[in-house]
């Protein structure tokens, strides 16, 4: 079972409903419960947090909280909040809530490639991260904003990739996506916009990139590929092409480091035809093998 909460009342989307404050937030919250979107074992926002966020008297909250308990619905402990009682079952209506397979357990290590050690993820240090960003945030953070992403999220990131990565940019020239992915979307939607109409790609690269490329119109010619990274020197490889994918720091999904002759010649094309380097420095900062390799970028911002 999962150890999910909601810190805030807003995250519950309660509409207390009916006669009478405290009944019909008690009857919300059982609807909450029986609909499944409150799962056991989700701790609840403090009574003062919820009373706050639905404008009503902290007694309200505390009172259908300690009926709720009574009932059954919720437990109340010492120390660890009000919780949706571990035995409630939510009434599961559509399929595709329904739970799924049981996670194959057992095996002792799963080499399944592309995929980090989630156990791993630094849950401690990013709640507090989060909650000292947010804490200090301006109230005009929570607005629309500067569709380039936050300044002082763009400084900080054009500190650290000059700093891990080597890499030259302004943060006014930064813009924020949400994942590579989305990036390539918006520089293929451009590239084509200004007339250009091939985007090489390295052999056996990322077919969901290629096809994010052909999805804006672009032919995506495959560059040559050996055990130096792709073979950017050659002079038919670049030939008409107005923009070039890859993957420097560990060419997807060989690994290999793009060897410094080629990154050489991948410059010298892009400074004599005016061509893009489309850099996708995945995990840059990762390797096993040796220290990371400093991005393309670096030798020509
Ligand atoms: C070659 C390559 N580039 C980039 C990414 C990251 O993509 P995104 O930021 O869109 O999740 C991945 C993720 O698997 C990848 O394999």
């Given at each position: 079972m999962t150890d999910s909460w909601a810190t805030f009342g807003a995250d519950l989307h309660l509409e207390p409903v009916g006669q009478g404050l405290r009944s019909g937030l008690m009857e919300a919250l059982r609807e909450a419960v029986r609909s499944g979107r409150l799962t056991p074992g989700t701790r609840l926002p403090s009574s003062r947090v919820l009373a706050a966020d639905l404008g009503v008297a902290?007694?309200?909250?505390?009172?259908?909280?300690?009926?709720?308990?009574?009932?059954?619905?919720?437990?109340?402990?010492?120390?660890?909040?009000?919780?949706?009682?571990?035995?409630?079952?939510?009434?599961?209506?559509?399929?595709?809530?329904?739970?799924?397979?049981?996670?194959?357990?057992?095996?002792?290590?799963?080499?399944?490639?592309?995929?980090?050690?989630?156990?791993?993820?630094?849950?401690?240090?990013?709640?507090?991260?989060?909650?000292?960003?947010?804490?200090?945030?301006?109230?005009?953070?929570?607005?629309?904003?500067?569709?380039?992403?936050?300044?002082?999220?763009?400084?900080?990131?054009?500190?650290?990739?000059?700093?891990?990565?080597?890499?030259?940019?302004?943060?006014?020239?930064?813009?924020?996506?949400?994942?590579?992915?989305?990036?390539?979307?918006l520089l293929g939607r451009v590239l084509r916009r200004r007339g250009v109409r091939d985007v090489a790609v390295e052999s056996y690269g990322l077919d969901v990139h290629r096809d994010l490329l052909t999805d804006a119109g672009l032919r995506t010619p495959c560059l040559p590929l050996d055990e130096r990274g792709s073979r950017t020197g050659e002079p038919a490889a670049l030939r008409g092409a107005g923009a070039v994918l890859l993957t420097p720091a560990h060419q997807f999904p060989t690994g290999v480091p793009l060897h410094p002759d080629r990154r050489a010649a991948a410059v010298d094309w892009a400074r004599s035809t005016g061509g893009l380097i489309l850099e996708d420095d995945y995990d840059g900062e990762f390797r096993y093998d040796r220290q990371p390799v400093g991005a393309l970028q670096g030798l020509d911002p």
């Open positions: 902290r007694n309200t909250v505390a009172d259908a909280y300690a009926e709720l308990v009574a009932e059954g619905w919720l437990t109340a402990r010492q120390g660890s909040g009000t919780r949706v009682a571990r035995r409630s079952a939510p009434r599961r209506t559509d399929p595709a809530a329904a739970p799924s397979r049981p996670v194959r357990t057992g095996a002792g290590y799963n080499l399944k490639p592309g995929s980090p050690d989630l156990s791993a993820f630094p849950r401690t240090a990013w709640l507090k991260a989060a909650r000292k960003a947010l804490t200090a945030a301006p109230d005009e953070a929570f607005g629309y904003g500067d569709p380039h992403g936050r300044v002082e999220l763009r400084t900080v990131l054009a500190e650290y990739l000059a700093r891990a990565r080597g890499v030259y940019a302004d943060p006014e020239r930064i813009v924020i996506c949400s994942g590579f992915a989305h990036g390539l979307t």
